[in-house]
């Protein structure tokens, strides 16, 4: 029949759209083959002037054969084009009706393709962390993934010294709202704690024991001040001049014993200072002081200068020691990798954290995915439209073309058999 041929490999074409049309090409000339068979067949029976029988059994099972052949050629090349080039009515189905097929295969898109609960489902079964925890645990997978990791973290530091402060004030915003809440005071407080004991043990006290000393030895004169200010007028300037000596040197004889770690006046003050350390602790007053704290550091210009400073050693260390910090990269993604698949109970919520974010980022992108397909084949040439379907189902249809064919001529057949069946009955 007439019908346009595709070329074995269109230009532009891929290797797989390329062989699909190449198996179409070979479907459609087995058909074309059965149909010309059963025509060659057809007319050789019309050479002898009284044929037998069973020749006429083979004309008119080629004959129906014919008629089935012809009828699906038909019915295959209307779906596509206008058979011969004459623009039946009802023909060339698939471009005239482009607008309303891309809406009906986005529709069946978004209702079986992407429905969030099946998106979901399938993530689920998939097992996405646990397969990307094998992966990364690979040297040289945890390596490819670190190269653009550390470049986009290079790209998103660096836009700071080119006068883009998001990421500062991104960082800033994040750190106050994390600081702020009252689960990091109470962590810190409870960071803290062991810190204050540790140093009310520790030399840390002795430091500064001798700090308080040697401003408390380096400030007598005013010591004297406050003596003589607090002294009745009659009393002698000598006298409070002794007075203050007294109460200066007491004083420092007692830091004195206090500087010594194995004293009893020690080992008494260590306890009642880590006594009230503890009862401070307790009742919250700790958590207070490290929420006022913190507070009044985050709304400092302090604070500001901290995160601009971290992130100009951040940007330093990554253009100077770009291998090196890619090499640290690497090792804690397969470190995380590690972990993560030690721990079952850690995987388990992993994965059902992305199979939950998967369901809702569905919900989400369901109609746009829909609609671009919808836009996508509504955006094509016809031609186009039909040799990206015919490519596609054009194969299965040629052989209902063959099929039609040989079910004709049997069904041809079984005809001639029942026109003699009934000829002998009309005879008796």
Do not use: C
């Amino acid at each position: 029949m007439n019908q346009p041929s595709l070329p074995d490999a269109p230009e532009g074409l891929s290797d797989a759209d390329a062989a699909k049309t190449a198996r179409l090409k070979r479907t459609r000339r087995m058909a074309e083959i059965v149909l010309i068979a059963l025509v060659a067949i057809y007319l050789v029976t019309y050479l002898p002037s009284d044929p037998p029988q069973w020749l006429r059994l083979i004309r008119h099972m080629a004959e129906a054969g014919m008629i089935g052949g012809l009828a699906d050629w038909f019915a295959v090349v209307a779906l596509f084009r206008h058979p011969m080039g004459i623009p039946i009515p009802h023909t060339a189905l698939l471009p005239r009706n482009q607008a309303r097929a891309a809406e009906s295969v986005g529709q069946f898109f978004k209702g079986h393709f992407l429905d969030p609960k099946s998106i979901s489902a399938r993530v689920s079964e998939v097992a996405p962390a646990r397969r990307a925890a094998e992966w990364l645990i690979e040297p040289r997978n945890a390596a490819l993934l670190a190269t653009p990791l550390t470049k986009a973290i290079t790209i998103a530091v660096d836009g700071t010294s080119t006068g883009d402060t998001s990421l500062n004030d991104g960082l800033r915003k994040e750190l106050r709202a994390a600081l702020a809440s009252k689960t990091a005071s109470q962590g810190i407080a409870t960071a803290l704690g062991p810190v204050l004991e540790q140093a009310v043990h520790g030399p840390l006290m002795s430091d500064m024991l001798r700090q308080v000393r040697s401003a408390l030895d380096g400030n007598r004169d005013r010591v004297l001040e406050l003596v003589q200010e607090n002294s009745r007028w009659w009393v002698a300037s000598r006298v409070d001049r002794g007075v203050s000596t007294v109460l200066v040197d007491g004083v420092l004889n007692v830091i004195d014993d206090l500087e010594k770690p194995d004293s009893a006046l020690r080992k008494d003050f260590e306890n009642g200072l880590a006594g009230f350390l503890q009862t401070l602790s307790d009742n919250g007053g700790l958590e207070r002081a490290v929420h006022d704290g913190k507070t009044r550091f985050t709304r400092s210009k302090k604070f500001d200068d901290a995160v601009d400073a971290t992130l100009t050693l951040v940007r330093r260390r990554l253009s100077d020691e770009q291998g090196d910090v890619e090499g640290a990269m690497s090792s804690a993604l397969q470190s995380f990798a590690r972990k993560l698949l030690a721990d079952d109970m850690a995987l388990a919520r992993f994965e059902a954290q992305l199979t939950e974010a998967a369901e809702k980022a569905m919900v989400e992108l369901r109609e746009p995915i829909g609609d671009y397909v919808t836009d996508v084949i509504k955006g094509w040439e016809a031609k186009e439209l039909s040799d990206r379907f015919e490519r596609e189902i054009g194969p299965d249809l040629q052989f209902i073309r063959i099929n039609g064919a040989l079910l004709g001529a049997l069904i041809g057949g079984v005809l001639f058999f029942a026109q003699k069946g009934l000829s002998q009955l009309a005879i008796f």
